[in-house]
């Protein structure tokens, strides 16, 4: 049975001439035991669509199940069997670690004990600070201590809302080890996020833009259907660079990566030399310049313009 089944969803905001579509008429299902992501900048749906899954928030229009239980009609019978983590940590700030894990495993009439096994790998990290106010914690632990609450009553499937939003590096990489174990567990997970570099750790993504999904597959299919030549480019003035590359007349896309411009040409026939033939007309020196591998953040920049 599919975990997630959702067919020509729709989200509308604001008043009659003035209606924005939050969610398009999109389409798409997961399977049990899947990790699927949903990958998008602010903006794209994202958490409208986890609200309505959550049942926190009605459609204007289409379908939507989970666990085989329908988001409107079935209300009780999912928010019983899921857990739901938003991108803002949304736990009782006066209270202590333990009081808020004790609190939400009352709310389904468990305890911490029953459900011990499926959290203790994450909550043995936060252990020691059980007797700290929520509040006090740091953000690498508060993104913890709501995973432990969203898990405490065992739900089958878990919606993870731009769970890493703000938090440092490490604590991401670790975040997203204690989701694999959780995979390996069995439970089907959502998770949307704006990292790009995230995308690559699930089973399936959907990339999202402005309420419409341009493509479902695996990070590596995405990858695999980028289809053009790409070019890294740095200069000693990567601002200027970036401006006078989306000017040059030959760029079909040009974002920044890390130290590099990723640049995407209408026409690759002679494109390295005339690229720098046309830096140096604009006075750039010491230009690098060079073939990359895409990823999914220039697929996604891909998807966009050929969309637009």
Not at 37 to 57: C, E, H, N, Q, Y
Not at 163 to 177: A, I, L, N, Y
Request: with cysteine; glycine share 8%.
């Amino acid at each position: 049975m599919e975990a997630i089944a959702v067919h020509k969803l729709v989200k509308t905001y604001g008043a009659k001439k003035e209606t924005v579509k939050a969610l398009n008429e999109i389409s798409f299902s997961t399977q049990q035991g899947e990790m699927f992501g949903v990958i998008g900048p602010d903006g794209a749906g994202k958490t409208s669509l986890f609200r309505i899954l959550t049942t926190m928030l009605l459609p204007d229009g289409g379908t939507a199940t989970v666990d085989g239980f329908d988001v409107v009609k079935d209300m009780q019978q999912i928010r019983n069997r899921v857990g739901y983590m938003p991108g803002k940590f949304s736990l009782y700030q006066d209270l202590t670690v333990e009081e808020n894990l004790e609190f939400f495993a009352s709310i389904f009439n468990t305890s911490i004990a029953e459900n011990y096994d499926l959290v203790k790998d994450i909550y043995v990290q936060i252990e020691l600070f059980k007797n700290r106010r929520a509040g006090k914690l740091s953000g690498g632990m508060k993104q913890k201590l709501a995973l432990c609450c969203a898990l405490i009553h065992k739900p089958s499937v878990l919606f993870l809302d731009e769970p890493t939003t703000g938090v440092d590096v490490v604590s991401r990489k670790e975040f997203w080890e204690m989701l694999k174990g959780l995979k390996k567990q069995g439970i089907s997970i959502l998770v949307s996020t704006p990292y790009m570099d995230e995308a690559a750790m699930c089973d399936r993504v959907a990339l999202m833009q402005s309420g419409r999904i341009m493509t479902i597959d695996t990070p590596q299919h995405v990858i695999e259907q980028f289809g053009k030549r790409l070019w890294a480019v740095r200069s000693g003035e990567m601002y200027r660079l970036l401006l006078d590359l989306k000017a040059y007349e030959n760029t079909l896309s040009c974002h920044s990566f890390g130290e590099y411009h990723h640049l995407v040409l209408r026409n690759d026939t002679g494109s390295e030399a005339a690229v720098l033939h046309y830096l140096a007309s604009k006075g750039h020196r010491q230009v690098e310049i060079k073939t990359a591998s895409p990823n999914i953040e220039d697929c996604f920049m891909q998807l966009m313009n050929d969309n637009a």
